[in-house]
């Protein structure tokens, strides 16, 4: 499985980001993909993750409310829309994917067997 993050970029305090993963060498119907970030000096944590069966996604408590994540079967690509931006969002965001056909997905780091490069997104005035 191979994962490719992109869409990352500068962006002042209150704007938006959509940022892409496209998968290869598997389907998204049998594959959870996680979005994880680590800032400067900090350890990577995770940010929200799909899973396979109903789409339901969960996020880390910091970006709820202001972060959506979906998927387009079709196009095997997943997609978190970030919005309401702050400086703390800044970080390395990365892709992570694991077999697992469920309606629930997990925010473990230690689930996820497939990583792909990161993609930086700065937010900055």
Request: net charge neutral; hydrophobic share 30%; glycine share 10%.
């Amino acid at each position: 499985v191979q994962l490719q993050a992109s869409g990352g970029g500068l962006v002042q305090p209150g704007g938006s980001l959509r940022l892409s993963c496209a998968v290869s060498g598997s389907t998204l119907d049998y594959t959870v993909i996680g979005w994880f970030r680590q800032a400067p000096g900090k350890e990577l944590e995770a940010v929200s993750c799909i899973s396979t069966t109903d789409g339901g996604s969960y996020f880390r408590d910091s970006v709820k409310g202001r972060t959506t994540m979906s998927r387009d079967n079709a196009k095997n690509t997943v997609y978190l829309e970030m919005n309401s931006l702050k400086p703390e969002d800044t970080a390395v965001y990365s892709c992570a994917a694991y077999h697992h056909r469920s309606p629930y997905c997990s925010l473990q780091m230690a689930d996820y067997k497939y990583w792909g490069q990161g993609t930086q997104v700065t937010v900055s005035s």
